[in-house]
């Protein structure tokens, strides 16, 4: 496999990298969440405060910060049974049921993992997994571990100041045995999103938090005793009680002398699949991603600023509309499709949905929306320019039944929706870029749904769009950029599902 040419067919023929007589087996599917066998674990407070302030009232200490933190960052959260329009020969319409997180997943598969290294417990310090499903910690490793991982990040960041340091994974296999191929993106999109809302978690506790997604990979795999084959490390969020500041690593370091410092871990794992289908490709792509050496490094400004578009500015207001509590953003947050009803959107309420949606550490992405139905706004395809925090006009005019055509799946009817949102990076990146936009693209995701979902509305990821469409309306193959995912925004009535709290 080439993987430039492999990426090109993944992005824009996304048919074409899955095979046409590709069969889900749902019998043999794996689990959503990840569990360890036979090693120390530490159950954690399960009795989170769900009152209208939730966070940040006091503060939190030992297992009982950890607990709530990790439980909204990326614990089991809703069960729910979700119902199924039927077909048109039969009679009745069919449900079924899944866990839910508040960061979402494609397909619901959740292939990401969470694991902690933390130093101030009540039990030992350590790498820990977070097993979701039973809301504890499970110990891979016993001990300090703050040059070690220090080093990972090639220098960048003093562990040892830092109060936790959080890894998000990707399992191949748990959105693979569905998507094939397709599933790299996913990965890409969904670890974006956990670290996103591991992000904003964060600052609801008072912690500051700094997002690595170039550092040594066989050194964090290595550190986590994880199998390669199976699983990889995407990105490293550490977590501090004071602001954290950039640095610049000046000696060079590599994966392959660090992993000599200290043992290889053997865990084992339940997996409820008997038959793992071969996934060379993905393997291949995320090991062409990999960074060896800390001189491989890529930093958020290395793409050129784009000259932004000149027609007509329109300035969005800085007042903030009347938004709900994070922990409401979350609960309530969820991914319409046909339970969109067409009703107009306030211009404040897009200012402060995309003031609350940008990345002030990466450049590298860009944000543009098609715009119909609002006050003061109007109809057209623009760019948000943050700096200025206002709209660029591109074209004036009404594209919803473009988008709606180039969509592979019409679950979602955008002639409801007053506004999609097209996340937008860079078009010729090997892969390792390639899956770096991917998360950036996701952490941008969740900022705009849990935007969305505060001011009153909800937001619906899509992948299954002809990327061509969208690059055309917005004229991104002369700034060389692509579409990397759309999120169609818009009110809703309730969705057809009956779901309860996980939480005690």
């Not at 306030?346 to 003031?355: E, F, N, Y």
């Not at 007053?418 to 969740?446: E, F, K, S, T, W």
Request: charged share 20%.
């Amino acid at each position: 496999m080439h993987p430039e040419s492999f990426l090109y067919r993944l992005h824009f023929q996304s048919q074409a990298v899955i095979p046409s007589d590709w069969e889900v087996d749902w019998e043999d599917a794996p689990l959503p969440y990840k569990l360890y066998k036979e090693l120390p674990s530490f159950l954690l407070d399960h009795h989170i405060p769900l009152n209208p302030s939730p966070l940040g009232r006091r503060k939190l200490e030992g297992a009982e910060w950890i607990g709530h933190f990790l439980w909204f960052a990326y614990g089991l959260t809703q069960f729910a049974h979700t119902a199924a329009p039927a077909d048109s020969e039969e009679k009745t319409s069919t449900s079924f049921p899944s866990l839910r997180r508040f960061a979402p997943s494609g397909g619901g598969l959740y292939p990401s993992e969470l694991y902690l290294y933390v130093k101030e417990t009540p039990f030992a310090q350590g790498v820990y997994h977070y097993d979701a499903a039973h809301h504890r910690l499970v110990l891979i490793r016993e001990g300090n571990f703050d040059d070690y991982i220090t080093k990972t990040l090639g220098l960048r960041l003093d562990v040892s100041s830092c109060k936790a340091v959080c890894f998000i994974t990707t399992v191949y296999w748990k959105n693979f045995f569905k998507y094939h191929n397709f599933s790299f993106r996913l990965q890409g999109l969904d670890a974006g999103a956990v670290i996103s809302q591991t992000e904003e978690t964060a600052r609801q506790f008072g912690l500051h938090s700094r997002v690595h997604l170039s550092f040594l990979h066989k050194a964090a795999d290595h550190l986590l005793g994880l199998n390669r084959l199976e699983e990889t490390t995407l990105g490293i969020l550490a977590l501090s009680e004071q602001e954290i500041p950039a640095a610049t690593g000046k000696e060079e370091l590599t994966g392959a002398s660090l992993i000599e410092e200290i043992p290889a871990v053997q865990t084992t794992c339940y997996q409820r699949s008997k038959h793992i289908k071969p996934h060379q490709d993905i393997l291949q792509l995320h090991e062409a991603a990999i960074l060896s050496s800390s001189s491989l490094f890529r930093t958020n400004a290395s793409v050129p600023q784009q000259e932004k578009y000149g027609k007509d500015i329109y300035p969005l207001s800085e007042s903030r509309a009347t938004t709900s509590s994070f922990r409401d953003a979350c609960m309530n947050r969820c991914s319409p499709e046909g339970d969109f009803i067409d009703r107009s959107m306030d211009a404040g309420k897009i200012a402060a949905l995309l003031k609350q949606s940008t990345l002030p550490d990466v450049s590298s992405i860009s944000i543009y929306l098609c715009i119909n139905g609002t006050d003061r706004i109007d109809a057209g395809a623009y760019e948000y320019d943050p700096a200025s925090h206002s709209l660029l006009t591109i074209e004036k005019g009404d594209f919803r039944q473009m988008l709606q055509s180039g969509m592979t799946m019409h679950n979602v009817p955008l002639h409801h929706t007053p506004l999609c949102i097209h996340v937008a990076g860079a078009r010729n990146v090997d892969a390792g870029g390639y899956r770096m936009q991917l998360i950036h693209a996701g952490r941008v995701m969740q900022r705009i749904l849990l935007a969305a979902s505060a001011l009153g509305m909800n937001g619906h990821p899509l992948l299954g769009f002809h990327v061509p469409i969208p690059d055309s309306i917005y004229q991104l193959d002369i700034r060389n950029q692509t579409t990397l995912i759309q999120i169609p925004i818009g009110y809703h009535t309730p969705k057809s599902r009956l779901s309860g709290v996980l939480h005690a």
